[in-house]
């Protein structure tokens, strides 16, 4: 099946920076998504983006699907950004979600 | 609507009892999907219904694994008989369509085998 890297596996950041995550896969992908499991464990979908660019407020993601990547964006960062940033995608014939290990982010006040 | 639904939310349950956790799909959506989540293997999908009937079960990790959708609004995942290496967060998620929607989670069951 595809492989999901996710970089970077942990982030840092204090309030206000901006930050880029990055999501590799192993084949061209599609329904390709980004979710933000927060502290209590929630999974949100952020979006879903299987080529193009699409922006929510201060989050914006974009997909490269025939160079197998995608990259979330996250501007003027809040303490609540905390938690860990999933993307998922299928490739192939498949559109079933396989998961990266994800990119933890903590961010200071 | 109100999101995925799961019970219960928490499951704490000794070594070779039988354990049931339930799901309900968003209304309308004809995909539904179990996930398992641990440190060691991130998340991985253990199996997933179109229509009600299971399409791929080969993430099961093994026969004490089962899961039903006897109707379009509810889910079941079973174990039996418990181990504790079973303890993981189950989520169910659901989607309308194959290729086109997103998948929307519920809060997950946290299971744990003593």
């Known amino acids: 099946g595809i492989q999901v890297e996710q970089s970077p596996p942990d982030l840092i950041l204090q309030e206000g920076a901006n930050s880029t995550l990055r999501c590799n896969f192993s084949?061209?992908?599609?329904?390709l998504q980004w979710f933000h499991q927060n502290p209590w464990g929630q999974l949100i979908n952020l979006f879903y983006?299987?080529?193009g660019t699409k922006q929510n407020g201060r989050l914006s993601a974009t997909t490269v699907a025939t160079e197998r990547y995608s990259l979330l964006y996250i501007s003027s960062s809040q303490t609540t950004d905390s938690g860990v940033y999933f993307c998922?995608?299928?490739?192939?014939?498949?559109?079933?979600?396989?998961f990266g290990r994800g990119t933890s982010l903590i961010v200071h006040p | 609507d109100a999101g995925v639904i799961q019970s219960p939310r928490h499951e704490v349950t000794e070594m070779g009892q039988e354990v049931t956790l339930r799901c309900k799909p968003i209304s309308g959506h004809d995909y539904l999907f179990w996930y398992r989540q641990t440190m060691m293997r991130g998340l991985e999908l253990l199996i997933y219904f179109n229509n009600n009937v299971p399409i791929d079960d080969s993430g099961m990790p093994e026969d004490r694994f089962s899961a039903k959708m006897p109707n379009a609004s509810f889910s079941t995942l079973k174990i039996q008989p418990s181990e504790p290496r079973d303890s993981a967060v189950y989520f169910c998620?659901?989607?309308f369509g194959q290729g086109g929607e997103k998948l929307f989670f519920g809060s997950g069951t946290q299971l744990s085998v003593l």
């Open positions: 983006i299987p080529s």
């Open positions: 998620a659901s989607s």
């Open positions: 998922a995608g299928g490739a192939g014939g498949s559109y079933i979600p396989t």
């Open positions: 084949d061209s992908v599609n329904n």
